[in-house]
């Protein structure tokens, strides 16, 4: 019985070292993995330093431009809406002036027509007069 006893535990020794044998090899997969990740983690980190990086540059660029956009508004306010008055003020102007030269156009044509009218009529009193002379 002892040696079976022995024995028995022989075997259960050598199973305790072939498992061992595995969890060594388990530990040492599971090293290599955990070194891979950690390399892995270390190139996020760098990569995520880098986009960082970039949104800041990318805050700078739009606070630049949202100024940028203020001047422009400030120009158009200021500079082109005062162009813009002074341009209508001269439409204004040369609207008056054509609407005073149409008048004068008007009354023109009204005395041309007057004047026609008062041709027509002495042309037909002289030739009334003519007439009476010859009778």
């Given amino acids: 019985e002892l040696q079976e006893e022995v024995a028995k535990l022989k075997e259960e020794v050598k199973e305790l070292r072939e498992d061992m044998t595995e969890l060594q ?3 040492a997969k599971l090293k290599e993995e955990v070194k891979e990740l950690r390399e892995d983690m270390t190139e ?3 990569e995520v330093a880098k986009l960082q990086e970039e949104v800041k540059e990318l805050r700078e660029d739009v606070t630049k431009l949202q ?3 203020r001047e422009i508004k ?3 306010e200021n500079e082109t809406n005062w162009q813009i008055r002074i341009v209508a003020e001269g439409h204004r ?3 008056r002036k ?4 149409l008048k004068v156009e008007e009354e023109k044509e009204i005395l041309m ?4 009218r008062l041709e027509t009529d002495v042309r037909r009193m002289k ?3 003519e007439q009476q002379v010859f009778l």
Avoid: M, Y
């Fill in 44 to 46: 996020l980190q760098g």
């Fill in 93 to 95: 102007d040369v609207i």
């Fill in 67 to 69: 100024v940028e956009v």
């Fill in 74 to 76: 400030v120009t158009l």
């Fill in 113 to 116: 027509l007057r004047v026609s």
């Fill in 98 to 101: 054509l609407n005073e030269a």
């Fill in 25 to 27: 090899e388990e530990v």
């Fill in 127 to 129: 030739s009334k007069t």
